[in-house]
C-alpha cells in the first residue's frame, strides 16, 4: 500500500519560510517521480514544483522560482520543499504526489492527472 505523509505546514507572516516534508513508503521510491501541488479554496489543484526520479531534473511554477526549491532524499525516501519568502497568495493546501515510473527516470511531471498517489495535504497560511 503506498503511502505519502506530508509535513511541515503551518501559520507563518509574510516574508517567512517553511519547509514541507513528504514521506513516502509501499513504493520503489527511487523509481517515482514526485511533484509538490497546492490548492487554494475555489481554485484548481495546480503545480508548485516537480523532481525526477533521479532528482537530476527540476520544475518551478513561475509564481514560486526563486523562492521554492525542491529537493529528494533516495535513501530516506522523502522529497522536502523549502519555502522562502512566502506570500499571502502562497496560502493553500499543499498535497505531494508520486508517479511510478521505470523508464522514465529523468522526466518532470507537471500535470496532476500524471500522478497515481497523493499525501492528505498540509495547510500552509501566510497572514500578517
Known amino acids: 500500500q503506498v503511502q505519502l505523509v506530508e509535513s511541515g505546514g503551518g501559520l507563518v507572516h509574510p516574508g517567512s519560510s517553511l519547509r514541507l516534508s513528504c514521506a513516502v513508503s509501499?513504493?520503489?521510491?527511487?523509481?517515482?517521480?514526485m511533484g509538490w501541488f497546492r490548492q487554494a479554496p475555489g481554485k484548481e489543484r495546480e503545480i508548485v514544483a516537480a523532481i525526477s526520479a533521479t532528482g537530476t531534473r527540476t520544475y518551478y511554477a513561475d509564481s514560486v522560482k526563486g523562492r521554492f526549491t525542491i529537493s529528494r532524499d533516495n535513501a530516506k525516501n522523502t522529497v522536502k520543499l523549502q519555502m522562502n519568502s512566502l506570500e499571502p497568495e502562497d496560502t493553500a493546501v499543499y498535497f505531494c504526489?508520486?508517479?511510478?515510473?521505470?523508464?522514465?527516470?529523468?522526466?518532470?511531471?507537471?500535470?496532476?492527472?500524471?500522478?497515481?498517489?497523493w499525501g492528505q495535504g498540509t495547510q500552509v497560511t501566510v497572514s500578517s
Open positions: 509501499g513504493v520503489t521510491f527511487s523509481l517515482c517521480a
Open positions: 504526489a508520486a508517479r511510478s515510473t521505470t523508464n522514465s527516470i529523468f522526466t518532470v511531471y507537471t500535470d496532476p492527472k500524471q500522478y497515481n498517489n
